[in-house]
Each structure stands twice: as C-alpha cells, then as structure tokens.
C-alpha cells in the first residue's frame, strides 16, 4: 500500500520534470483561459441571476417570480451533486447556447439562452473553463420549481424553443462593417443580453427582433420588470439616446452616472455586477454600434428647454399646480427648481429620457420606493433618493409624476392617477399602458401554456442586489 503510493508519487515526480516545460506551458493556457471565462461571465452577467440576494455566488436559487408561479436560477458552480460539475463542455454548451438541460428538458427562457446562441465557441469554451476550474463549488441543492401541473410541464417549453430561439451560431457581422461596431454588436445582442429587457415582447413574450436586421422593435424599450422599465435604446432625441453622445454612453455604462442621467432599477445591477467591468475598448464598442443605429420612427421630435417652469417655482408661483407644489417642498432640494440636478450626484429630470419615456412606471416607482445609485469602482459614492411611500399620499406621488413628465419642455402626457400609483404599492402591478403590457395579456390564452420569460407580473428581485451584497 505504502509502496504503491510512493511508486505513484515518484512516478508524478518523474513525469512533472521530463514534462516540466511544457506542463507549465500548458498550465500558462488554461489559466488564460479561464480568465478570459471569467471576463465572458460578466459580459454575460451570470452572476446576477445565479446568485440569490445575500446568497453564495453562482449557487443558483434567485426567485423569479412569474405569473404561473416561482422559478428559481439554478446551481452553476461545479459542485458534483448539486451544481454543473460533471457537465462536460457540450452539456453546458447546450445549456447555455440551445437552452437544453443534461437531462434533455428545456430550460425556462428566463436563461437568456436566445441571445447567448450568438455567443462563439470559443467564447462559451472559456466560460466552461471558467465554471469547472475558476469558481468555487457550492454544495446547495436547487430549489423546485414553484410551478404546480400542468404548468409544470416543460414540454411546451420545447415549442417555445423551437419557435423563437435561434439554432446557435457563431456571431458574424455583416460583411463590410467596422470591427468595432461589429464587437458592440456581438456584445449587446449577444452575451449582453441587453435586448433581454430593452426591446418589446410579442404574443408568446419572445422578443420581437434579437438584432437591427429584426427591425424598429429592436431596442426599442420594454415592458415593466420589477416595475422598472427599460428605455428605449435606439436614437429617438426624446425617448431614446438620440441626444447621448458616445462618450455619455461610455460613462454611464463604466460609472453609472453621466451629466444627465443616474442609472436606477434593474440597470443598477446590470452596471453594478456587469458593465463597470468591461474594458474601455468594449465600452466604446457598444457606445459606438448603438449610435449607429438608426431612430426609430416616428420621432418625437426634439427637445427643448423651458425656462418658464424654474420661474415660476422661483416666484412660488405653484398654486394652481399641486405637483409642483410637492416638487418644492420634496423633490427640488436636490432635483433643483430647474430641473438640473447637481452633476454625477442627483440627476436631472429636465429633459431626462427616462422621465418622458412612454411608460411612467418607473418614474413613480422610483417615487414610491426609492433607489440607491450604486458605488461603482470609478465612482465609489452611493448617493440615495428617499422613498416616499409613507411620506406622500397616491394623489400627491400621481401629482408629482405628471408634473415632473411635463416641466422643462418635458413634453409626456400627464395622465397618471392616484389608482395607478395604489396598485404599485399594493400588489406591485405595473401601471397598465396600452397593448401587451396589461396584466391581464400576460395570462391569456397563449400566455398560459407559453413560458413568458419577462414582461407584467415577473419579479426578478425586489431590490437590486448592488448596494446588498458586499462580494460582487
Ligand atoms: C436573466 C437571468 C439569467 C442570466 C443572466 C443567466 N442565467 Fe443561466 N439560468 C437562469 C435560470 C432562471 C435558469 C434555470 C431555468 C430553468 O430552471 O429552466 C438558468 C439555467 C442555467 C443553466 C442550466 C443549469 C442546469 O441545472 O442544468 C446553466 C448551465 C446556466 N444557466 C449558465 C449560465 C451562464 C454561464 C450564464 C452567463 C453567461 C447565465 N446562465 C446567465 C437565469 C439566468
Ligand atoms: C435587467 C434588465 C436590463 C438589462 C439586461 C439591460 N438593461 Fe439597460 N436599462 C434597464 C432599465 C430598467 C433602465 C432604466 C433605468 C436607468 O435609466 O438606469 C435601463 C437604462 C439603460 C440606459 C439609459 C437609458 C436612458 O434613456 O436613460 C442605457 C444606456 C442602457 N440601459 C444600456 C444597456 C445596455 C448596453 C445593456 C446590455 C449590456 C443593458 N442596458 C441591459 C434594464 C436593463
Ligand atoms: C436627497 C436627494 C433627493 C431627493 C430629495 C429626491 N431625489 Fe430623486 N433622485 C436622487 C438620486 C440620488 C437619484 C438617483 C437614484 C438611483 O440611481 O437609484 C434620483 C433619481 C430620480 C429619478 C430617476 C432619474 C434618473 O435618471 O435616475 C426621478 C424621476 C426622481 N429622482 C424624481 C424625484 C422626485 C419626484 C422627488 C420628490 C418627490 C425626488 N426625486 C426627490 C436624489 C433625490
């Protein structure tokens, strides 16, 4: 026995020295390789729903709520038992990429796996590399699925699968584009997920275009998740990033913060956990690929400043405008009479994409329940807005809403009411807009048996995780 282990031991010793050359070389790749895993993980951000809130990373159980009942992320560290540890590189390939579990089943699309089928090989070869050899293992069990028969089905998942995922392929430009646009192109329809919330869900709540090539749709804003809306992407002057430069874009994705906008809701996370991670040379990427996006039509227009608002706060002038008047009295301490903010600390809502865009959701969630812009590692300050659920009353949030959506040259319509901002307290329901995003669509016929990845009724977390979990 004892001799065997030595005969064993020696042996290594024996195979290490002849082979120590290019043993240390081969060592050198893999580690580069699992580097370069870990840098594809955050542009995939991973960990962001593989990570419960307070929870171990990657060791799976974030409830996401939806309206047939809770799913829950799964286990992704290589614990043997309970996690991904004995997938071999084509398991988690069609996991990742075909959205296909190793017991053959369909994943829920709440796994972006439609956007990451443009990953490359290479890439999801690192990420695997990354999962087997980089990260920890976790013994935790996954948490079953909270979905009772015969929703629990996973079959009609495969249909889904079938009909909007596409079969997976290595990303490639159009020939002829710039490179750099062609890497933002792969980093924002691809790993980025970022058309994930960004662009607008159909009958089945596919979306509707995973590239520009899909057309208008592509980008342009989503249904409430979280009661959080995503904006519109593409280069709108008033709803969209048509005003942002390249640079704005840059800032925002690396910090969090530009001059005119504060990252908040569900983009706090995908900053905080995602983006502030990428390197400048793919900040700039993104930022360049979505400016050459073209508008989408109609155009709003285009934005211009009134003055006249700030005068008439200055002036007290606000009786006939109870909005205002809770304006002055909460909101301009920090928001300004102008509507300006302060640079980098309180955004300013005059003018601001968000606060115009056409679903006001999020605007009287951020009211209701405040927000925490998240230290990022190039602005290392958190700086919070008050909630004001117990501070204001439905009418007076409603009131302040519709006067913030039409200041400055704010040009929405203000048309939100005391009901609206009720049922955003009570049962979390999104303000109801017109189309798909009523609440009562998202379990209608087809929604029923159709996996509905997000849209009216889904819960990621209730809180963003920045500002919870220390480890990152
Ligand atoms: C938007 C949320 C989200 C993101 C981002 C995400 N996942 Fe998932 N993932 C899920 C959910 C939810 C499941 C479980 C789905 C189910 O049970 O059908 C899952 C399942 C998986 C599985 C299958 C595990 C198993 O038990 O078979 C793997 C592997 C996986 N994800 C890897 C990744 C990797 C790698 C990334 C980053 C590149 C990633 N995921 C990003 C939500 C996400
Ligand atoms: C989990 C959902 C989610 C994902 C994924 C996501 N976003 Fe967002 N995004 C939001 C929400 C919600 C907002 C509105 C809050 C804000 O402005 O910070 C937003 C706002 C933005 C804004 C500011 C728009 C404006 O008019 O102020 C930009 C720029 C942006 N996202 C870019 C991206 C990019 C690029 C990606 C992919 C790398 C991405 N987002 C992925 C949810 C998401
Ligand atoms: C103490 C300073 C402070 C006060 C008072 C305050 N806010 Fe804010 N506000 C902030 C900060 C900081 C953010 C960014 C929060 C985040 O990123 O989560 C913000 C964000 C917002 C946003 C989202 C805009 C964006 O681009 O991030 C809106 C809309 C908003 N506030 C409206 C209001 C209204 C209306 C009131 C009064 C009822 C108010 N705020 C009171 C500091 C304040």
């Known amino acids: 026995m004892m001799m065997n282990r030595l005969k064993a031991a020696l042996g290594a010793v024996t195979v290490g020295l002849l082979a120590g050359t290019s043993l240390a070389h081969a060592q ?11 840098y594809v993980a955050r542009l995939g951000d991973c960990v962001a729903c593989h990570t419960a809130l307070n929870g171990q990373k990657f ?6 709520k939806t309206p047939i009942g809770m799913i829950y992320s799964t286990n992704i560290t290589p614990d043997p038992t309970y996690g991904i540890g004995t997938y071999t590189l084509q398991e988690f390939d069609e996991a990742v990429r075909h959205g296909i579990r190793k017991d053959g089943s369909t994943l829920y699309p709440a796994m972006p796996y439609p956007a990451f089928s443009r990953m490359t090989q290479d890439d999801v070869k690192s990420l695997y590399a990354y999962f087997m050899h980089g990260v920890q293992p976790v013994a935790q069990k996954n948490r079953e699925v909270g979905i009772s028969w015969p929703m629990s089905m996973r079959w009609p998942l495969a249909i889904w699968r079938t ?11 159009a020939p002829g584009t710039d490179p750099e646009i062609a890497r933002g192109e792969y980093l924002v329809t691809g790993a980025g997920h970022c ?13 509707k275009a995973l590239d520009a090539a899909g057309g208008p749709d592509f980008l342009a804003g989503g249904a409430p998740i979280d ?20 640079d704005d874009l840059f800032q925002f994705l690396k910090s969090g913060r530009t001059d005119h906008s504060a990252v908040f809701g569900g983009m706090a996370d995908v900053v905080g956990w995602s983006t502030q991670y990428f390197t400048d040379s793919d900040l700039h990427a993104i930022a360049k690929y979505l400016k050459a996006l073209p508008p989408v039509p109609p ?11 700030a005068q008439a706060l200055d002036s007290g002038n606000t009786a006939s405008n109870p909005g205002a008047r ?21 955004p300013p809502l005059a003018g601001n994409s968000v606060v115009v865009t056409d679903d006001p959701t999020s605007i009287a969630h951020i009211i209701v329940a405040g927000g925490v812009l998240p230290p990022t590692n190039w602005a290392p300050s958190a700086v919070a807005m008050p909630d004001y659920k117990s501070i204001l009353s439905d009418q007076q949030i409603a009131d302040v809403v519709n006067f913030i959506r039409s200041a400055w040259g704010n040009k929405a319509p203000a048309n939100v009411t005391a009901a609206d901002v009720q049922k955003l307290r009570l049962d979390h329901a999104p303000i109801p807009t017109a189309g798909w995003a009523d609440p009562t669509a998202a379990t209608a016929t087809w929604g029923l048996f ?3 990845p997000y849209g009216s009724g889904w819960t990621f977390a209730p809180q963003t995780h920045t500002g919870v979990d220390a480890e990152q």
Request: aromatic residues 10%; proline residues 8%.
């Open 28 to 38: 050198g790749a893999e580690e580069d390789l699992i580097k370069k895993g870990e």
């Open 59 to 64: 060791a799976g159980g974030l409830a996401i």
């Open 163 to 173: 009909m909007f995922a596409p079969t997976p392929k290595d990303f490639t430009p």
């Open 195 to 207: 058309g994930a919330c960004h662009t607008p869900r159909g009958f089945a709540m596919q979306e």
């Open 227 to 246: 009661n959080w809306i995503a904006p519109s992407l593409r280069n709108d002057p008033v709803v969209g990033l048509g005003r942002w430069s390249e």
């Open 299 to 309: 155009s709003r227009g285009d934005y211009t400043y009134d003055p006249s608002t």
């Open 326 to 346: 809770v304006y002055v009295e909460q909101c301009a301490a920090c928001h300004r009479n102008d509507g300006g903010g302060v640079a980098r600390m309180f």
């Open 450 to 452: 159709m996996p509905q």
